[in-house]
């Protein structure tokens, strides 16, 4: 028994028909004794339908303080539906928007940043029984004017009403059951795990792993709200994600991901000199252009390649924007690959192992896979090869570190 | 030159395209050197489908709050589309919820009644060339949360809105080119009025012609604010509601209207004993069946018949509910008829001109048309004939007062 905030995403709430199954998931916890407060997302689709009408008529950049007025009324139309559902079941239950319950955000519409939660009328509902139903995604400004939190924002939403109101826990109800060693569709064998670090677990959906984004993740952390990710309609305890993972053997590695929304750009010959790294990155970051992995060799002979990644749909642009900053540096040339993929090998337990990155070397050596990059970080190690190989690679990297296998 | 609340229905924002049109219309005002500020219902079928939603999951009775904050979220739409389309025009625009603007009212979810606007953030986004745009159809009660006003609730919201900015004139903008004399599908002459009373549009309102919520023209004529009613898309002066008819030699008769969206139900051999009546209509109002005309002739010999309307969809309801009533009171039978048509002849020159009455029965009867309920009131003669006839029967009378003459 225990105050839950549970979170319902787009798909959980994609019709009448799911949203009545909402109510009746709630009223088994209930049911329990728990207390529950609701957070949702608008009926998937929504979202996408309102932006496609704002920038139809606001261009490529309306309005930003009005495409937040638009979006926001997703989530107006589902706590409504979902707090009516309850009713129907005679179930106590009151829908709230951002300023009824004064959750408080900055002034930066479209990625507004959370700072502020007046719980006190949550309180006071919960303790007569009600279920709150809270939308998520959006915020209030001081202004009184309506924010959103920007990708991933409701389950931010949620947890961050979870840390205000000191609940036991927060489930993020999706369409998964949990989160796994890896992608399911690639390896057969891909297990759901029990518990999961908030560092693996921020690796794993910074690096592709869709489940939870990072952002709601990091501010779990921080806030150590024990979040457990699970599905909405299937049975099952789904996984939970802690600050410690003291639930059982400390495996080594606990996930891998894969990305191939990367694209890779070499600039070659370039002098090795001091500064060059930010003559080339400088234009890149000043086009707002994400910069995700980058490499760079020991110079030999006064010369040094230097190769980094980028979102595939910035790859045009970037190898673009180079060609005349080649020249200016005086670079060899300018070349990319958007066929490639990024994959990764994620756990805590990488920290106190020697040995993990040979063992992923050795093994994508003997696939006749090819490295073409490396990165490391405490908990993590990525690789990029060519596209084609992504499936082939997670398959052996996911048998080679016994990640089928049940923990003890 | 002045300030003028616009209000664009529905069908005015319908789609997107719609919408551009609409920003298009205030860029023209704005051109002029007019202050504007406009009141948006939701796109047409819009709100349809979210109620369709709430039923769903709330059955017949659905929670009011709920339902209020589910169709609210229909004008928070329109607005965020409109400020967004207007933006882009380059013309500074700026949402508003009713939240915002202190639109006040009662806790009557889904039929709250207007009570305080606060004009002071409007008056100064006007006052730094800014067009607001309101949600129309909702408020918030003193708690914060959110109401709606019910059916022709937008153009109460506009009406409120310019009695509270004191505007100039307030526009209800809409599919078609003003208040005609008579329903242009029956009458080929029907002629658009350039100018008609409160009083006038109130009664032609509440008798079946919609161009206008008789609630809005309610609140109009009670804070004297000048409404003109024309078409979004076409261009023409529209009709000039006002308190007094000053722009024209007062015509006799100004309009006629006819609905056929009643049914009428006849209590015969009633004893003729005071009470009966009350006997009779006190269990009809007490099932929230509303009644219209009312006529009791003269009793002979202690008896009496009773006839009355209500609307079509309770015709079968109230027969049942009858049938006991009747044996209480020893009435000898209850009848009733659901394919009747009223017609009303509407105009405040009745009040000084003797004969109307006359006309519109001799007319009536040189058609053949028989007269079964006559009701009058100082600038309205209503009477109830076979459904079959009624279009002869307009088409009759609006030539018999010359309708579709100009006035000098």
Redesign the interface.
Known sequence: MGLIVQKYGGTSVGS?ER??QV?ERIAGYLAKGHQVAAVVSAMSGETNR?VA??Q????EY??R???D??M???E??T???L???L??RGISA??F?A??IAFRTDAAHGRARIEHIDTQKLQTELANGVVPVVAGFQGVNEH???TTLGRGGSDTSAVALAAALEADECEICTDVEGVYTTDPRIVEGARRLQQITFEEMLELASLGSKVLHPRSVEFAGRYRVPVRVMSTFAEGPGTLITLENDNMEQAIVSGIAHSTEDAKITVSGVPDIPGIASKILGPVGGKNIEVDMIVQNTGVDGMTDFTFTVKRQDFQPTLSLLDDVAKDIGAREVTGDNTIAKVSIVGVGMRSHAGVATKVFDRLASENINIQMISTSEIKISVVIAERYVELAVRALHDVFELDAQPD
């Open positions: 009448t949203i009545a109510a309102l009408m704002g139809e008529l606001g261009g309306p309005s303080r009005e495409m007025v638009l926001a009324s997703g107006q139309v706590i409504a539906l707090s009516t559902a009713l129907r009151k829908s928007l300023d009824q009184g004017e309506i």
